[in-house]
């Protein structure tokens, strides 16, 4: 997590995030990765909308999975769609 907001910080100071606009929609794509796509350790292997649900992701199969990447390919993971 540090690490990200590390690149945060030297993105933006690289001019990478043209205005408040950009910054806001960046954050918005990392927020959706961090709480539907990237599974936890602590949580055993639940994202944290999985287990803020109670569902248990090894318990049936998901009813669609989507391909998830942004921030160019930086963040990247599957969306099982439950």
């Known amino acids: 997590m540090q690490q ?41 292997g639940r994202t944290p909308a999985e287990a803020w649900a109670g569902i248990d992701p090894y318990a049936t199969a998901p009813n669609a999975v989507s391909y998830f990447s942004a921030w160019d390919g930086m963040l990247t993971g599957y969306y099982l769609r439950r």
Request: charged share 20%; aromatic share 14%.
């Open 4 to 44: 990200a907001t590390c690149e945060i910080q030297e993105n933006f100071a690289a001019g990478f995030f043209i205005g408040r606009e950009d910054l806001v929609l960046a954050l918005g794509d990392f927020r959706a990765w961090y709480n539907h796509v990237r599974p936890h350790q602590h949580l055993g």
